[in-house]
């Protein structure tokens, strides 16, 4: 089992959709989780760090459940600007410092 | 630009050359981390530094691959006698020295091996 899933999609959806992707890992100790969004042939960019309590930005609503072990990324009202992977992260400082990416969801926002 | 800065860009060798790959990171940022990124998977963490210090490597960074960081600022990267599935995108980034520390990354240099 990987330490960091994601269901890889792709995920085709219109313009003005509601769209939420899930991320499971499996390290209970876990401390830190983070949505990154990648282009095509560009770094990842940090788009929301995943707080206890949750967050939210403009369309964007993170979550994390660490009963279940996973977060979720929710995006409202989807612009075609939107497409790209989102990567989920996740790190841990049990048995030494650990970042984790997710092998990504693709997400396609079509007009 | 305040960013996280690699170079080069881009670097093309023959099998069993020796490459060598700068990151340049956000001027307050301690920590430094390597990641390398093949086609549809997520990036893969190689190694981080605190300061000058490599305080975690992974188990993918063979004896072929080493990193510095000597004066805690800037960081090298070096892969000797390159094998084509070294081939992919290594990825630099940095950040504070926070409980929850916020990565952020260069552009990458990618990596073919002919």
């Known amino acids: 089992r990987k330490e960091v899933e994601q269901d890889p999609g792709p995920f085709n959806v219109p313009e003005g959709a509601t769209v939420a992707f899930n991320c499971t890992y499996s390290?209970?100790?876990?401390?830190?989780f983070f949505w990154y969004r990648q282009d095509c042939r560009k770094e990842p960019k940090l788009l929301m760090s995943v707080y206890s309590s949750g967050n939210e930005d403009g369309r964007f609503t993170a979550q994390l459940n660490r009963a279940s072990q996973y977060i979720s990324l929710l995006i409202r009202d989807s612009k075609l600007s939107d497409s790209a992977t989102y990567l989920c992260v996740v790190t841990s400082n049990t048995g030494g410092f650990k970042t984790i990416f997710g092998a990504g969801t693709r997400l396609f926002v079509k007009a | 630009d305040t960013g996280v800065s690699q170079n080069p860009r881009h670097k093309i060798t023959k099998r069993g050359q020796n490459v060598t790959f700068r990151c340049d990171p956000i001027s307050e940022h301690n920590r430094l981390y390597w990641y390398r990124q093949t086609l549809g998977q997520g990036p893969e963490f190689l190694t981080y530094f605190q300061n000058e210090a490599q305080l975690e490597k992974s188990r993918l960074l063979s004896d072929r691959f080493s990193a510095e960081r000597p004066k805690g600022s800037f960081s090298t990267l070096e892969i000797q006698r390159t094998e084509q599935g070294d081939s992919a995108m290594y990825l630099c980034?940095?950040?504070?020295?926070?409980?929850?520390?916020?990565?952020?990354f260069g552009p990458g240099t990618r990596l073919t091996v002919l």
């Open positions: 390290n209970s100790a876990s401390q830190s």
């Open positions: 980034a940095s950040s504070l020295e926070v409980s929850y520390n916020e990565q952020f």
